[in-house]
């Protein structure tokens, strides 16, 4: 038995508490995942594992063996990473998450730069607007942006976010401007479906703030989409920076309320709180924060 890969197998198991999800992040066969852990078991002359057809349950062996496995894998990736610097090539395989519209805009010609940098990490992306379970996936490093709400990892600032209400020019001839955030309320306000409270904008200037609901004849769960939307004259969106700078830049469409701010908010680095992060995360953990942060 590989003792190193049983461990690795064991420790997806038990923060998956799922055989079939631990054998999907880790492309390999359920049996084999069974394997593993009952030869584990066996070596260990212990019971990690409780399990029948429908869950599994871990035993107090299996939280102190679970325990002992992170340290150990840790150190030996930790390891592994130092000796790479020593060689000037770090490697190994990354899996990172992130936004749609983001991703496509601003990480890929990052990725592209890093990649270049470091040639022997190979990276894995998954291009998503929804929140991914870290721990169930695999995920080394997810980039989200909003509120995090009650995730037990750790979050690093990446670069902060700012709405722009905005309509096309075509819109506004057939519906006039909105002068006032209640105005919106005879207008067609397409809605993000994945933002947090997305039937509500919120609205502040020195004097006021509104926190108003909307309403709208398209809702969808991708902010390029509605932008697009937008741009053809279907109603008024609420959309950050990077997607509509380059249309309100070209004039197909029309910034509305500016005496008013709308959310603002952060992209984040997202990541396991671990004692020894990986050398390749922290790799590109740095290099996101340089480069995003950057006023560029």
Known sequence: MDKLQAMKVYCRVYEAESFKLA???LDISRPMVTRYINALEEDLGAKLLHRNTRNISVTHAGKLYYQHCVTILEAIEEAEGELGDLSHK???????????????THMVPILSEFSALYPEITLEVDFNDKRVDLTESGIDLAVRGGDLGGD???ARPLCTLRGYVCASPEY???NGAPEHPADLK??????????????RWYFKNRHEEFDLPIRGSIMANNGGALTRLAVAGTGVIIQPGFLVDKYIESGQLVPLLTQYETY??????????????????????????EKLQSPA
């Open 23 to 25: 054998s999907e992040s």
């Open 90 to 104: 770090p490697k190994g395989h990354l899996r990172i998450s992130v936004p749609m519209d983001f991703g496509l």
């Open 152 to 154: 037990h990892f750790i």
């Open 172 to 174: 506004i001839e057939r």
């Open 186 to 199: 005879t207008h067609n306000c397409l809605q993000y479906t994945n933002a947090p409270n997305s039937g």
């Open 264 to 289: 603002s908010g952060q992209f984040y680095a997202v990541f396991a709180g671990r004692k020894l992060l990986p050398k390749k995360v922290r790799l590109l953990i740095d290099f996101l924060v």
